[in-house]
């Protein structure tokens, strides 16, 4: 293609190139093909998600873009399409940290793979952000994050999708990036400026009797299905202790957790909860309309119950 960055092949992520990586890079293969590279990164995240191709979101792509080596496709016709929009971030400017990966947690409770719909609207977000990697992760990649703390009440938690909650926090602590639940469709890349951390307003509630009976008392409510965060934000820090707190309280307790208990527990009752009370006035963080940038279909399967537990 002599308007294209070539595809190099799987031989071409060999040792010598792989090698020069940090951890937190984004060039490299991800995934299976790394790990079966670099055994000695076993167990660490890079090594145990599942990379999507920037094309179609296929499972394991094989080639990189051999000019930046920082976006993966499972064939040339896939880089094809994708190099028009890549192509202008190709020649060597680092993507903006905060949206270097576009991640996406499934598997948790999910026997399936990756729907075809929710593939689709992954790929679409890589030509919104065309140096960005699309990062699946399953149950064996977010237990890789896991702490010592969080292994303790991990397997006792009664509903998964608070696992699902909780996987998040920690991939936007740890990794950074941008995140999207599957059933949502990024519209809009995020806006320019000096923040590390976009969170979106998903509603204003009326009144505080619309709340539920554990909920904080902010009528501005603020979405996790979809953030941008820098590594390392002190904000998730604080996401996942109270939220640690609050399972081990709710445990304690015992019984069947109802939907509200997994809303304050681990849900966005948790994020509205920290955002308001410890980091409104933090300058690092940039709050926009959730329907300004992403649309959410909010099919909610765990709510009819679909994500309890066997453990």
């Known amino acids: 293609m002599a308007d294209s960055a070539a595809v190099s092949s799987p031989a071409g992520d060999g040792g010598q190139a792989a090698a020069g990586d940090e951890d937190d890079s984004p060039r490299g293969l991800l995934g299976a093909l790394l790990a079966a590279r670099r055994p000695e990164l076993k167990g660490c995240w890079r ?6 191709c920037a094309g179609c979101a296929a499972d394991t792509p094989p080639h990189l873009c051999s000019r930046c080596r920082r976006v993966a496709y ?3 016709d896939c880089q094809r399409q994708h ?3 890549h192509k202008s971030s190709c020649s060597g400017a680092s993507p903006q940290k905060p949206v270097r990966y576009v991640h996406t947690v499934w598997g948790l409770w999910d026997a399936e793979s990756l729907p075809g719909n929710c593939r689709a609207s992954r790929a679409a977000a890589a030509r919104l952000l065309p140096s960005s990697r699309l990062v699946i992760w399953d149950r064996n990649a977010v237990e890789s994050l896991l702490c010592d703390e969080w292994k ?6 009664p509903r998964r999708v608070c696992q699902a909650d909780i996987a998040r926090y920690l991939i936007a602590l740890h990794v950074g990036g941008l995140y999207l639940d599957a059933d949502a469709e990024l519209l809009k890349v995020p806006p320019e400026g000096s923040w590390k951390l976009l969170l979106l307003m998903e509603h204003k509630v009326p009144d505080v009797k619309y709340l539920g009976p554990r909920e904080s008392p902010h009528l501005l409510r603020m979405a996790q299905f979809m953030f941008a965060t820098a590594p390392q934000h002190g904000f998730w820090r604080s996401v996942l202790e109270l939220s640690l707190g609050r399972c081990r309280e709710r ?3 015992g019984g069947e957790w109802e939907d509200g208990d997994v809303l304050w527990a681990t849900g966005p009752d948790v994020v509205t909860t920290v955002f308001h009370e410890r980091f409104h006035h933090d300058d690092s963080i940039e709050v926009r309309a959730a329907r300004e940038f992403v649309r959410h279909e909010c099919k909610g399967a765990w709510r009819r119950g679909a994500d309890r537990s066997d453990y």
């Open 47 to 52: 090594s145990v998600v599942v990379e999507a």
């Open 74 to 76: 499972c064939c040339a």
């Open 83 to 85: 190099w028009p929009v």
């Open 152 to 157: 303790e009440v991990w397997h006792a938690l």
């Open 251 to 253: 445990l304690q307790e």
